[in-house]
T-cell receptor, first 115, second 116 residues
């Protein structure tokens, strides 16, 4: 399995500010994804983080609001820009390893509260 | 259209009893994988079990088994001998295509409460 760490684990932010969340994996992975889980809801895919190129965003998510970087095979960042209270969620990094088609793991998540 | 449907928002089960959590899916891709995850109150997503569309046998992992009925497009999770620690949200998810490079799509989840 892959060990995934996320920083910060939680944060409380003011409206209008931005927060960058880091995701670090202990081994090279083929795919990295960012999900959002709003309070009491399921997980929604924000984007697929592509190494060395622009992320692939899902409908309803745009690069200006959620810029993503993936400079190498083990690290990615998600920025939540110009935050509003509606951005209060858990943000989860998820990776697919090279070990098989049935392996996909999640980081511990970042709990974001926007005041 | 919903690709993953979990019709039970909440379920209760007596400790030591078995419980079935329902999941139906919708895809036209012949190659797909079905996953179940557990999310306790701490928020982490814990991978439980996987079933591939071409797997002939139902997947089992310890107390977890997946009742895969391909013709009905259902992939129900069965937890045997429930424990208090099984109380959590359970999510069914699907990945379409072969090779595993497409993202998982999740259902809305079922909250399981185990009663002593």
């Amino acid at each position: 399995s892959a060990v995934i760490s996320q920083k910060p684990s939680r944060d409380i932010c003011q409206r209008g500010t931005s927060l960058t969340i880091q995701c670090q994996v202990d081994s090279q992975v083929t795919m990295m994804f960012w999900y959002r889980q709003q309070p009491g809801q399921s997980l929604t895919l924000i984007a697929t983080a592509n190494q060395g190129s622009e992320a692939t965003y899902e409908s309803g998510f745009v690069i200006d609001k959620f810029p993503i970087s993936r400079p190498n095979l083990t690290f990615s960042t998600l920025t939540v820009s110009n935050m509003s209270p509606e951005d209060s969620s858990i943000y989860l990094c998820s990776v697919k390893t090279n070990l098989g088609a049935n392996e996909q793991f999640f980081g511990p998540g970042t709990r974001l509260t926007v005041l | 259209a919903q690709k993953i449907t979990q019709t039970q928002p909440g379920m209760f089960v007596q400790e030591k009893e078995a419980v079935t959590l329902d999941c139906t899916y919708d895809t036209s891709d012949p190659s797909y994988g079905l996953f179940w995850y557990k999310q306790p109150s701490s928020g982490e997503m814990i991978f439980l079990i996987y079933q591939g569309s071409y797997d002939q046998q139902n997947a089992t992992e310890g107390r977890y088994s997946l009742n895969f009925q391909k013709a009905r497009k259902s992939a129900n999770l069965v937890i045997s001998a429930s424990q208090l620690g099984d109380s959590a949200m359970y999510f069914c998810a699907m990945r379409e295509g072969w090779g595993g490079n497409t993202p998982l799509v999740f259902g809305k989840g079922t909250r399981l409460s185990v009663i002593a």
